[in-house]
């Protein structure tokens, strides 16, 4: 459970940017096997968050931090302050045709595009070239910045909830459990009924299958 | 070399793309595809590593970034571009 204390210090990075407008962008999906990347941006105005405004974001943390509910209600919160909120979706056979990385910079290169007017655009990890805004790399920017931090929040809740929906459409993978990552049970079931159409046909995905399932 | 906890095994460079590529054989026998032994967690390590690795060559920060994976699998050997 996030105390307040980590929302206020994400918040704090935030406002000693000295900036008024603050993009953030992250992603969530870059490690399972199954389901699409899914890359956030939300741009936060800290000239209109003040006061009680802001207060919804106190608890505000890495969505690797909390819990799934608390989870859905920062989903809410954020969408309740943010000025703006962009969400990128790869599907599993973009991600195997260019890449995991390529998507990855593309998706964050296009949510902050998406946030403009930004005065500041902050992006977790790596440096996304010129044909992103101005920007800056931050790393572990998820633990640090409050609108990296809202961003990875709604990547991960939209992801999330996506895989919700996978898991009726292909029942008995477990995804809604395991949103797709590796775990004993999914490999186990990969292994013995064969990929379903969200399972990634790249490398990492031919480890754990066999070769007769892939192809 | 060891780099914010992490390990990169070779950094390439080609024109304008950089590349961090994790070399995986298979050490002894029964223990699964090498590839299975690069994991969520060892490629988040390497991205940090990659990450550190850049901090370091501030020159390079304009290059585009690639994370290869070199296997030994089945006796041979394998090379999967832009494999994280």
């Not at chain 1, 962009?86 to 946030?115: E, M, T, Y």
């Not at chain 1, 977790?124 to 409050?146: E, I, M, N, T, Y």
């Not at chain 2, 002894?28 to 090498?34: I, L, R, S, V, W």
């Not at chain 2, 089945?74 to 832009?82: K, M, N, Y």
Request: proline share 6%; with cysteine; net charge positive.
């Amino acid at each position: 459970m996030p105390t307040k204390r980590t929302g206020q210090k994400l918040l704090r990075f935030d406002r000693a940017l000295g900036v008024r407008r603050v993009a953030g962008a992250d992603e969530a999906g870059r490690g399972p096997l199954a389901g699409p990347l899914v890359v956030a941006g939300v741009l936060l105005d800290y000239e209109l968050l003040r006061d009680h405004r802001v207060r919804p974001l106190a608890l505000l943390n890495d969505s690797k931090q909390v819990d799934p509910e608390t989870r859905d209600e920062l989903y809410r919160a954020v969408l309740s302050c943010a000025e703006r909120v962009s969400v990128q979706v790869f599907p599993p056979a973009v991600i195997d045709r260019d890449g995991l990385h390529r998507c990855n910079l593309k998706g964050l290169r296009q949510a902050l595009w998406a946030c403009q007017p930004a005065d500041v655009a902050l992006v977790d990890g790596f440096k996304l070239g010129p044909a992103a805004p101005p920007h800056r790399a931050v790393v572990d920017g998820d633990c640090k910045s409050a609108a990296i931090a809202a961003a990875s929040i709604v990547a991960k809740v939209t992801r999330d909830r996506y895989m919700h929906t996978a898991d009726a459409l292909y029942p008995g993978y477990g995804f809604a459990s395991h949103v797709g990552y590796i775990t004993p049970a999914h490999t186990q079931m990969v292994r013995e009924r064969g990929p379903c159409e969200i399972h990634r046909r790249s490398w990492r995905a031919r480890a754990y299958l066999t070769a007769d399932a892939v192809d | 070399m060891w780099l914010a906890g992490g390990e990169l095994d070779l950094v390439v460079r080609r024109g304008r793309t950089i590349a961090f590529v994790e070399v995986k054989s298979k050490a002894g026998c029964g223990f699964g595809d090498p590839l299975e032994m690069v994991t969520p967690v060892k490629i988040e390590r390497l991205r940090r590593a990659a990450l550190a690795w850049l901090a370091a060559h501030p020159e390079l920060e304009a290059l585009d970034v690639r994370f290869d994976v070199v296997a030994e699998r089945a006796g041979r050997i394998e090379h999967l571009p832009e494999a994280f």
